[in-house]
C-alpha cells in the first residue's frame, strides 16, 4: 500500500496553465484516442479504401470501349471518373465521422468527458474533426495512388494542391453534418441507416460517374446542386492541368460556374453547416 | 464540502426529485441509501454536473456548481454506475487519457498511475486491453480515473454492484483509507448492510425526497424498541400472515406490525420491552396460531427505512425493479 500521497486530496491546485495549452493537450489526447482505436481496428481504414478501389476498378473498365469522343474533352472514361470516385472515397469517409461520436453517447463514455473539467466541450468535436480530416485524406491519397497505377493521371504538384483543398473544404462541410446527426439522431442503428441511404443516391445523382450533359434534366438540376458535383468539377479540372479560379467548369442548368464559385459554395456550406449544428452541440454539451 | 438545497428534477411526467436537501461535511463519509428509482442517481449527476437541476442550488467548496460547473469540476470525482470503458485500449492508456482531461503535467500524470496502480493493485494487468477486463478490475480502473487528480471530493454511484465478496471487502477498504486521508466522499448504494458498515452519516431517499438523515447509529437509536420478526411456519401463507397480523395490531406494546414478503411472509414488528414477548407467545398459542420461529433485535437501517416509508427496502426494491423502464433509463443517461 502506497502511503498518504496516493490518497490525500490535492490541497493547493497547481498554476494554472494557458487555456491553449490545456485545450490542445486535452484535444490531442482525444484524437490520440481515436487513432489508437484505428490503428488497433484498422478495418475502417481498409474498407474505406478498398470500396472506392473497386469502384475504380470495376466502373472504369465498364465503359472502357465506349466510343472515343464520347465524354466532353474527348478524355477517356476512366480518367473521367477518377475525380469522382476521389470525392466519393472523401465524402464516405467524412459521412462516418459521426460514428465515433454516437457510440460514445450510447455507451456513456461521453459522460466520463463531459465530467472531467475540459476548458472547452468542442475539443470533443474538434477532436473528430482532425481524425476524420486525417483518415479520409489518407484514403483519397491512397485512391489517387490507385487512379494513377491504373493510368487515369495524377494532378501534378499545384494540382494536388488544388485536389486536397478542395477535399478539405467537402470534409469539414460533410463531418459538420455528420456530427450534427451523431447528436440529433437517437442511436447508432438510426445513423447507420442515414449513412446508407444518403451515400449512393448522392453519388448517382452528381457528376462523378457522368456529365451534365448526360442526364435527363431533372437529374441535371440535382446533379448541379448537389455539394459533391461542386467538388468533383474543380478536382477533374485540375487533372486535366485546366485549373484556374476563373475558368468555367460546370454547365449548370441555371448557368456557368467557375472553380473559383464552386470552391466558394463549398466554403460556404461547410461554415452554414458548422453554425447551424452548433445550438444543437451547445445543448447536448453544456 | 458539499451542499444541496431544495433540488427538484423531473423527467416528463416523472418526478425524479422532489425537493432534496443534503448537506456534506469535508472529510466525512457520506452514504445516499434508497431503492432503485428513489432518485439516488439523479441526485449524483445534478452534483457531477451531467444534469442541471429544474430548481434548487448545489454547492461544493464553496463552489457554485451550477454557475461555475468548471471549477466544480476540478473537484470533482466521479465513479458512475455504468462503467463505461473504451475496451480496445488498455488501463494504462484510458488512464493517460483521463489524466489529460484535467489538465495533467506529464510527471505528475506518469506519478499518479504509479501510485494509484499500486493502491488498487493493478500492475499486473494495466497494460491489458480493458476488454478483457472482470467487473472487479474495471470498477478499480474506473476508481482510479476518479482519483487521477486528487479530488476534494469523491462520488461514486452504486460502487460495489456486481462484485465479488472480496473486490468489495478491497473497495471498501480503499474508501475508508481515502476518508482517513481527509477526502470527502459521497457514495449512493442500495445495499443496506455497506452504508452501515462505510458510513459516517447518510440519507435515506425515497420517492424523490429525504425521508431521514444523521449518522447510522444515530438514526437506529431514535427509533427504539427492539425489532421482532415472527414466522408462524417456514414459509406461511398470505392468509396465516394476515390473521397473526391482526392478532399481534391488538396486543398492548406492539408496534408497527407489517408482513414481509420477502421474507415468506413473515411478520415485522417492534416490541416495547421484554415482557411484551412473553405475553405475545401466550396470545398466539390461544388463537392456535403455530411459531415456527421468533427473533429479536436492536433497529437496523432496514427498520428506519420501513419505519418512514411502511414498507422493508427490499420490497422496495423489488417493486422497484417490476416498475422499470431501461429504455427510459438510458434515454436519460444519454446526452
Avoid at chain 1, 490542445?24 to 481515436?34: G, P, V
Avoid at chain 1, 472531467?116 to 474538434?126: D, E, K, N, Q, T
Avoid at chain 1, 479520409?136 to 504538384?157: E, F, N
Avoid at chain 2, 433540488?7 to 472529510?27: D, I, M, T
Wanted: proline content about 5%.
Amino acid at each position: 500500500m502506497t502511503g498518504a500521497t496516493a490518497l490525500a486530496p490535492a490541497l493547493a491546485p497547481a498554476p494554472a496553465p494557458s487555456a491553449l495549452a490545456e485545450l490542445s493537450q486535452e484535444t490531442l489526447a482525444l484524437t490520440k484516442r481515436l487513432f489508437l482505436q484505428l490503428q488497433r481496428r484498422p478495418s475502417t481504414l481498409v474498407a474505406g479504401i478498398l470500396q472506392p478501389l473497386i469502384w475504380l476498378v470495376l466502373f472504369g473498365a465498364l465503359f472502357a470501349k465506349a466510343p472515343a469522343g464520347l465524354l466532353p474533352g474527348g478524355v477517356s472514361y476512366g480518367r473521367f471518373l477518377g475525380a469522382g470516385v476521389i470525392v466519393f472515397t472523401a465524402f464516405s469517409a467524412a459521412l462516418n465521422a459521426g460514428l465515433p461520436v454516437m457510440f460514445d453517447r450510447e455507451f456513456g463514455f461521453l459522460n466520463r468527458l463531459l465530467v472531467a473539467p475540459l476548458r472547452s466541450r468542442f475539443s470533443i468535436v474538434l477532436a473528430s474533426v482532425l481524425y476524420i480530416t486525417s483518415l479520409s485524406l489518407v484514403q483519397s491519397l491512397a485512391i489517387m495512388g490507385a487512379a494513377w497505377a491504373l493510368g487515369y493521371g495524377w494532378p501534378g504538384g499545384a494540382g494536388l494542391l488544388v485536389v486536397l483543398g478542395t477535399l478539405l473544404l467537402l470534409v469539414a462541410a460533410v463531418t459538420a453534418l455528420s456530427l450534427g446527426l451523431a447528436f440529433a439522431l437517437p442511436g447508432h442503428i438510426e445513423l447507420i441507416a442515414v449513412i446508407f441511404v444518403a451515400n449512393l443516391p448522392l453519388l448517382f445523382a452528381s457528376t462523378a460517374l457522368a456529365p451534365i450533359s448526360f442526364m435527363p434534366s431533372w437529374l441535371g438540376w440535382l446533379a448541379a446542386l448537389n455539394p459533391l458535383t461542386f467538388a468533383i468539377e474543380p478536382i477533374r479540372a485540375a487533372y486535366l492541368g485546366q485549373f484556374s479560379l476563373t475558368r468555367v467548369v460546370l454547365e449548370a442548368p441555371y448557368g456557368n460556374l467557375t472553380a473559383g464559385q464552386c470552391l466558394l459554395v463549398l466554403t460556404l456550406l461547410s461554415v452554414g453547416l458548422f453554425l447551424s449544428i452548433r445550438p444543437l452541440l451547445d445543448r447536448k454539451l453544456s | 464540502m458539499i451542499r444541496l438545497e431544495k433540488l427538484s428534477k423531473r423527467y416528463g411526467s416523472v418526478q425524479a426529485l422532489a425537493g432534496v436537501s443534503l448537506e456534506v461535511p469535508a472529510g466525512c463519509l457520506y452514504g445516499l441509501l434508497g431503492p432503485n428509482g428513489a432518485g439516488k442517481t439523479t441526485v449524483l449527476r445534478i452534483l457531477c454536473t451531467l444534469l442541471a437541476p429544474d430548481q434548487g442550488a448545489v454547492t461544493i467548496a464553496g463552489i457554485n456548481a451550477l454557475a461555475e460547473p468548471r471549477l466544480a469540476r476540478q473537484q470533482l470525482g466521479y465513479v458512475a454506475q455504468e462503467v463505461a470503458i473504451d475496451k480496445i485500449l488498455t488501463g494504462r492508456e484510458l488512464l493517460e487519457l483521463q489524466a489529460n482531461l484535467y489538465h495533467l503535467p506529464r510527471a505528475q500524470r506518469q506519478r499518479r498511475i504509479a501510485e494509484l496502480s499500486e493502491l488498487l493493485s493493478m500492475d499486473a494487468w494495466l497494460d491489458r486491453r480493458c476488454g478483457t477486463y472482470s467487473g472487479g478490475m474495471r470498477r478499480r480502473l474506473d476508481l482510479a480515473s476518479g482519483l487521477l487528480h486528487s479530488p476534494a471530493v469523491l462520488v461514486l454511484d452504486e460502487p460495489t454492484v456486481g462484485l465479488d465478496i472480496e473486490s468489495r471487502t478491497a473497495l471498501w477498504q480503499v474508501l475508508q483509507q481515502l476518508r482517513d486521508g481527509g477526502t470527502t466522499i459521497l457514495l449512493s448504494s442500495h445495499y443496506l448492510e455497506e452504508v452501515d458498515a462505510l458510513a459516517d452519516r447518510l440519507a435515506i431517499l425515497d420517492g424523490g425526497l429525504v425521508i431521514a438523515e444523521g449518522s447510522p447509529a444515530e438514526l437506529k437509536r431514535n427509533l427504539g424498541g427492539d425489532r421482532v420478526t415472527l414466522r408462524v411456519r417456514e414459509f406461511a401463507s398470505p392468509q396465516e400472515a394476515e390473521q397473526a397480523q391482526r392478532l399481534l395490531q391488538g396486543c398492548k406494546g406492539v408496534r408497527q406490525v407489517v408482513i414481509n414478503r420477502a421474507q415468506g411472509h413473515a411478520i415485522n414488528l417492534v416490541v416495547d420491552g421484554d415482557e411484551v414477548l412473553e405475553r405475545l407467545r401466550q396470545q398466539l398459542s390461544e388463537a392456535s396460531l403455530p411459531v415456527f420461529s421468533l427473533a429479536q433485535s436492536r433497529p437496523s437501517l432496514d427498520d428506519v427505512y420501513l419505519q418512514a416509508t411502511g414498507r422493508t427496502l427490499l420490497d422496495a426494491e423489488l417493486a422497484a425493479v417490476a416498475s422499470r423502464d431501461p429504455k427510459a433509463e438510458k434515454k436519460q443517461a444519454m446526452r
